[in-house]
């Protein structure tokens, strides 16, 4: 299977990348940053998905919208608005079996930075009109919703012994999932599930039940 992900080069988009390829796929990968994934099966293509150019890139099978950013100042721009540009560029021809979005926790409680809980909001609401639409090709789309993930982009707060506490004091199971998890979640939703569609899953340890932000 050929399989589109962007923000590839770090994070829970890298580790979704290096499960498909442990599984025999071919991955391409979108990123503003130089590809970090070593495999023979791996393309990547440096672009910005908010503005420019995207690549040319036919036949994909799987494409799972991963690439975001946080409190930036564009979080609308580049998770919603840039989401929106990909989607639109790849998804919508006959070789597509899934779509996915990696929207977040915040969309359903809005506890976070303002712009990026309504940029995650909307993701799930394009979610859904992309189901709607990629259905014709026997395809589907669904969302997750991460709480928090283990990776370096939430540093500030996993180094921060009072901070880190606090969190864990708001999830029903005090952890948080790694970016494998999530690649886990991800391979399931695109690639083994094939009659859930238009919906969004939560993967939060319990955060919505006690929905409070930290930072």
Known sequence: MKVLITGAS??????????????????????????????????????????????????????INNAGVQDSGEDIDVNLKGTIRVTEKYAFQDKIKSVLFIASASAHTGAEFPEYAASKGGVIAYMKNVALRVAKYGATANSLSPGGVTTDIN?????????????????LIPKWASAEEIA???????????SMTAQDILIDNGEAAKAEFVW
């Open 184 to 194: 886990d979640w991800a391979y399931f939703v695109t690639a083994v599930n094939k």
């Open 155 to 171: 540093a500030k707060v996993m180094n921060d012994e009072k901070m880190w506490n606090k969190i864990m004091s708001l999830t």
């Open 10 to 63: 770090r994070g829970t988009g890298k580790a979704i990348a290096e499960k498909f390829l442990s599984l025999g796929h071919e991955v391409v990968g979108i990123d503003v940053l130089e590809g970090s994934v070593q495999s023979g099966n791996y393309t990547h293509f440096i672009a910005d998905i908010k503005k420019g150019e995207l690549p040319e890139i036919t036949g994909v099978e799987t494409l």
